[in-house]
């Protein structure tokens, strides 16, 4: 029997991943991509609460967070184009112009 | 009668402005002879005014206009109003006639310099603002005239700013121009100062700035030798110490000589330094009612004048020696307004406008044909070379020197006579002695310029020893070596004008002697005073004794310079200190150097560099710097490592949550 705690797990694990690859990663596209992780585990964990408190904010929440990562997506991938058309290079540790 | 009194200034005014504003891009001609007509337009339409203001009965004799009031807070009131009375008809008439010669004059002197718009422009400005000064209807609006005169005296001191040393072809050493117009602007502040304290405390205490309620109020309120009117006349002539360049304040006229000849002219003989005189005659009523301060007005003008005379004996710059001429020659006005003879003061002040605008200018002349070279240890033997200027200069010593029938000896013995008779024989007698050292004093300046023969040659290059100075004499004129030649007819009508002046103008105002004395007549409804007759023996003696005096003068002067000269040189080696005192202008600017600039100077680097340096500056500088350290420390929190910021954000989010979980 799948319980609350399974899918809670899971989820943290997920959003650890994406985390991590966000934290250790330098290309951005595999940032974005860890981004993208971390939302979908919130997604996951907020069907899995809804399905089990049987309210439906839950999934509203979900298709928000869809939306918003679709945007964020669209941005980052064109600030990727835009700052390789400028550098010829994409690595996020080189790309320190406004350090103090 | 029609309002045209406003006109008087409001023409210059307009000339200052036209000039000001557009004078540069006008063709030289149209921008300097706009500024002459101007003048000679002020001046036709004082005269106008002067013809109505006689037509008048003599005891309502006084054309008063009032354009606007000024200021009104409370029950002080000060209106832009004019004031002519027979007074201020003699001021108007000196400043606007004998300004337009000079500006006339002026407009030959300044052909070679390219800055003529500017100078037109403050020429123009500073006969406005005396003109003010004088048609003033109340203390307030005379001192904004008061003060426009000293501005304009800076600026044109200054007027050859980028210039340092204009001893030319000489070894001597003077302020730049610069210096010299600070100078004169800072010591006029001095005098100033006890103007506008004056004016406070006649506020105070009479409750009123116009003339016509302060006469009023003073003569019914105050006791004569009231202490506070002492105190107040006492200030207000510190005002005119400063402006008529009297002990203590004179220092600053001679300095005054760096700026152009027709400025020298016009500021520091016929109009400004009257100021202080006009002032005080102005003030009579005040004055009159302290002889405390009579007697030190007297007594102040009879050192001056003394004591200016002694060093102009040593000078060696023909302008120095009418610099302190001038000096000598205000002394004599102050003394007969101390001793009560108004009018004569103010016939001496008008008087010597004529003559010594006059010399001025024929040093101009002399300037102009030497290529600028002043040192009369250098020059000579000018006599044949420029007649018109000789014989018109000669006119002008005459009359300085009061030889008979000149303009300058007959109100020069009005003044000596006006001291013998009040029972002052000791200032009398210091007059009559001063009288010979002028005569004396002007004749060395004659014989050595005009007389002898030349000791400069012909294509000669005078330059001046500052090696700085890229302005050299040859640059001004045009021409490469001395070749003194004649002024041009600008320069020469004026001359020949006021020559005419310095000869007739004496005649307005006989000793009772000889005929009627004009001028006290028409000043008569003014001053209220008719002269102390004394028995015609004892009057022709004293006229015996000035011309005496005049006459001593000449000759000695005559003797001690013409041919080969070894009197003074003599003279000066058998009383090297007295001689040394006279050169050094008995130290006087080093002790107020010493005395006064020195510590002055100390105290503005002390705040300076000290208060506004180290403790304001401190301040300021240090908060900047301490903001600037703690920024440049937390900068480096910026290190540009987007992963290191996401990695700051996870641990800062980490420790939000587990402190709202651990909350209890």
Same mark, same amino acid.
């Given at each position: 029997?799948?319980?609350?705690?399974?899918?809670?797990?899971?989820?943290?694990?997920?959003?650890?991943?994406?985390?991590?690859?966000?934290?250790?990663?330098?290309?951005?596209?595999?940032?974005?991509?860890?981004?993208?992780?971390?939302?979908? =585990? @919130?997604? %996951? /964990?907020? !069907?899995?609460?809804?399905?089990?408190?049987?309210?439906?904010?839950?999934?509203?929440?979900?298709?928000?967070?869809?939306?918003?990562?679709?945007?964020?997506? =669209? @941005?980052? %991938? /064109?600030? !990727?184009?835009?700052?390789?058309?400028?550098?010829?290079?994409?690595?996020?540790?080189?790309?320190?112009?406004?350090?103090? | 009668?029609?309002?045209?009194?406003w006109l008087i200034p409001a023409l210059p005014l307009l000339g200052a402005l036209i000039n000001g504003v557009i004078g540069r891009r006008l063709p030289r001609a149209l921008s300097s002879w706009f500024a002459v007509a101007v003048m000679a337009a002020s001046f036709g339409?004082?005269?106008?005014?002067?013809?109505?203001?006689?037509?008048?009965?003599?005891?309502?004799?006084?054309?008063?206009?009032?354009?606007?009031?000024?200021?009104?807070?409370?029950?002080?009131?000060?209106?832009?109003?004019?004031?002519?009375?027979?007074?201020?008809?003699?001021?108007?008439?000196?400043?606007?006639?004998?300004?337009?010669?000079?500006?006339?004059?002026?407009?030959?002197?300044?052909?070679?310099?390219?800055?003529?718009?500017?100078?037109?422009?403050?020429?123009?400005?500073?006969?406005?603002?005396?003109?003010?000064?004088?048609?003033?209807?109340?203390?307030?609006?005379?001192?904004?005239?008061?003060?426009?005169?000293?501005?304009?005296?800076?600026?044109?001191?200054?007027?050859?700013?980028?210039?340092?040393?204009?001893?030319?072809?000489?070894?001597?050493?003077?302020?730049?121009?610069?210096?010299?117009?600070?100078?004169?602007?800072?010591?006029?502040?001095?005098?100033?100062?006890?103007?506008?304290?004056?004016?406070?405390?006649?506020?105070?205490?009479?409750?009123?700035?116009?003339?016509?309620?302060?006469?009023?109020?003073?003569?019914?309120?105050?006791?004569?030798?009231?202490?506070?009117?002492?105190i107040m006349t006492l200030l207000l002539f510190l005002g005119a110490t400063g402006k008529s360049a009297q002990i203590p304040l004179y220092v600053w006229l001679p300095d005054a000589m760096a700026g152009p000849t027709p400025v020298s002219a016009l500021m520091h003989a016929?109009?400004?330094?009257?100021?202080?005189?006009?002032?005080?005659?102005?003030?009579?009523?005040?004055?009159?009612?302290?002889?405390?301060?009579?007697?030190?007005?007297?007594?102040?003008?009879?050192?001056?004048?003394?004591?200016?005379?002694?060093?102009?004996?040593?000078?060696?710059?023909?302008?120095?020696?009418?610099?302190?001429?001038?000096?000598?020659?205000?002394?004599?006005?102050?003394?007969?307004?101390?001793?009560?003879?108004?009018?004569?003061?103010?016939?001496?002040?008008?008087?010597?406008?004529?003559?010594?605008?006059?010399?001025?200018?024929?040093?101009?002349?002399?300037?102009?044909?030497?290529?600028?070279?002043?040192?009369?240890?250098?020059?000579?033997?000018?006599?044949?070379?420029?007649?018109?200027?000789?014989?018109?200069?000669?006119?002008?010593?005459?009359?300085?020197?009061?030889?008979?029938?000149?303009?300058?000896?007959?109100?020069?013995?009005?003044?000596?006579?006006?001291?013998?008779?009040?029972?002052?024989?000791?200032?009398?007698?210091?007059?009559?002695?001063?009288?010979?050292?002028?005569?004396?004093?002007?004749?060395?300046?004659?014989?050595?310029?005009?007389?002898?023969?030349?000791?400069?040659?012909?294509?000669?290059?005078?330059?001046?020893?500052?090696?700085?100075?890229?302005?050299?004499?040859?640059?001004?004129?045009?021409?490469?070596?001395?070749?003194?030649?004649?002024?041009?007819?600008?320069?020469?009508?004026?001359?020949?004008?006021?020559?005419?002046?310095?000869?007739?103008?004496?005649?307005?105002?006989?000793?009772?002697?000889?005929?009627?004395?004009?001028?006290?007549?028409?000043?008569?409804?003014?001053?209220?005073?008719?002269?102390?007759?004394?028995?015609?023996?004892?009057?022709?003696?004293?006229?015996?004794?000035?011309?005496?005096?005049?006459?001593?003068?000449?000759?000695?002067?005559?003797?001690?310079?013409?041919?080969?000269?070894?009197?003074?040189?003599?003279?000066?080696?058998?009383?090297?200190?007295?001689?040394?005192?006279?050169?050094?202008?008995?130290?006087?600017?080093?002790?107020?150097?010493?005395?006064?600039?020195?510590?002055?100077?100390?105290?503005?680097?002390?705040?300076?560099?000290?208060?506004?340096?180290?403790?304001?500056?401190?301040?300021?500088?240090?908060?900047?710097?301490?903001?600037?350290?703690?920024?440049?420390?937390?900068?480096?929190?910026?290190?540009?490592?987007?992963?290191?910021?996401?990695?700051?954000?996870?641990?800062?989010?980490?420790?939000?949550?587990?402190?709202?979980?651990?909350?209890?």
């Amino acid at each position: 029997m799948l319980t609350v705690t399974h899918f809670t797990v899971l989820s943290a694990l997920l959003f650890a991943l994406g985390a991590l690859a966000v934290l250790v990663r330098r290309n951005p596209l595999i940032m974005l991509m860890g981004i993208e992780l971390m939302l979908n =585990a @919130v997604n %996951l /964990a907020f !069907v899995a609460f809804s399905h089990y408190l049987e309210n439906m904010d839950g999934q509203v929440f979900v298709f928000i967070v869809l939306t918003v990562a679709a945007a964020e997506v =669209a @941005v980052g %991938l /064109a600030l !990727v184009v835009a700052i390789f058309r400028a550098r010829d290079n994409v690595d996020m540790d080189e790309i320190d112009s406004l350090r103090g | 009668m029609s309002q045209t009194l406003w006109l008087i200034p409001a023409l210059p005014l307009l000339g200052a402005l036209i000039n000001g504003v557009i004078g540069r891009r006008l063709p030289r001609a149209l921008s300097s002879w706009f500024a002459v007509a101007v003048m000679a337009a002020s001046f036709g339409v004082a005269v106008n005014a002067v013809i109505n203001l006689i037509a008048l009965p003599p005891e309502a004799q006084v054309i008063h206009e009032t354009l606007y009031q000024w200021l009104g807070v409370g029950s002080f009131s000060a209106d832009v109003g004019f004031w002519l009375d027979p007074l201020s008809a003699v001021m108007i008439l000196v400043v606007t006639g004998i300004g337009a010669l000079i500006h006339m004059y002026a407009v030959g002197y300044m052909a070679h310099d390219s800055d003529y718009a500017r100078f037109f422009t403050a020429l123009n400005l500073f006969a406005f603002a005396m003109l003010v000064l004088v048609l003033a209807d109340n203390y307030l609006l005379m001192y904004l005239g008061w003060e426009g005169v000293g501005v304009c005296s800076y600026l044109l001191i200054g007027f050859w700013y980028n210039r340092d040393n204009l001893a030319v072809g000489t070894d001597e050493k003077f302020l730049s121009p610069r210096s010299s117009a600070t100078k004169a602007f800072v010591v006029n502040r001095v005098g100033d100062f006890g103007f506008t304290l004056g004016m406070v405390l006649m506020f105070w205490t009479l409750g009123s700035l116009s003339f016509g309620q302060v006469f009023h109020n003073a003569e019914t309120m105050l006791q004569v030798g009231a202490p506070v009117v002492t105190i107040m006349t006492l200030l207000l002539f510190l005002g005119a110490t400063g402006k008529s360049a009297q002990i203590p304040l004179y220092v600053w006229l001679p300095d005054a000589m760096a700026g152009p000849t027709p400025v020298s002219a016009l500021m520091h003989a016929a109009t400004m330094v009257t100021a202080g005189v006009y002032m005080v005659a102005r003030s009579h009523v005040l004055f009159q009612l302290a002889p405390a301060t009579m007697a030190v007005v007297a007594v102040i003008g009879v050192l001056t004048a003394f004591i200016a005379a002694t060093i102009a004996l040593t000078q060696h710059d023909l302008k120095r020696v009418l610099a302190y001429s001038t000096v000598s020659q205000l002394g004599y006005m102050m003394l007969a307004l101390g001793v009560g003879a108004f009018s004569a003061g103010i016939f001496h002040l008008m008087t010597h406008a004529f003559f010594k605008a006059l010399l001025f200018l024929g040093a101009g002349a002399v300037m102009h044909a030497m290529n600028d070279m002043l040192d009369m240890r250098r020059l000579g033997g000018l006599r044949k070379i420029m007649p018109i200027t000789f014989w018109t200069f000669l006119i002008g010593a005459l009359a300085l020197s009061g030889f008979p029938l000149f303009s300058g000896f007959f109100s020069k013995d009005e003044i000596l006579a006006a001291g013998f008779k009040t029972g002052n024989i000791g200032l009398w007698l210091a007059g009559v002695v001063t009288a010979l050292l002028t005569a004396f004093y002007t004749f060395r300046a004659v014989v050595l310029t005009f007389g002898g023969k030349p000791r400069w040659r012909k294509g000669e290059i005078v330059t001046t020893t500052d090696a700085a100075d890229t302005h050299t004499a040859a640059d001004a004129h045009g021409a490469p070596g001395l070749d003194p030649h004649e002024a041009k007819w600008v320069m020469t009508v004026p001359l020949i004008v006021l020559a005419l002046g310095a000869l007739f103008a004496g005649f307005l105002g006989l000793p009772s002697v000889l005929g009627e004395n004009r001028f006290e007549h028409f000043l008569e409804p003014v001053f209220h005073q008719t002269a102390i007759v004394i028995p015609p023996e004892l009057e022709w003696l004293l006229i015996g004794i000035s011309a005496a005096a005049a006459i001593v003068g000449i000759f000695l002067a005559l003797r001690f310079y013409r041919g080969d000269a070894r009197t003074p040189a003599r003279l000066a080696a058998y009383y090297p200190a007295l001689y040394q005192l006279l050169l050094n202008k008995y130290w006087v600017d080093e002790f107020y150097d010493t005395l006064i600039a020195r510590p002055g100077r100390w105290l503005a680097n002390a705040f300076w560099l000290g208060v506004d340096g180290k403790i304001i500056n401190g301040l300021a500088d240090g908060l900047g710097n301490a903001l600037r350290r703690f920024g440049n420390t937390l900068r480096t929190l910026q290190s540009g490592y987007a992963r290191g910021y996401a990695l700051a954000m996870l641990i800062g989010i980490v420790v939000v949550i587990v402190l709202v979980i651990a909350r209890p």
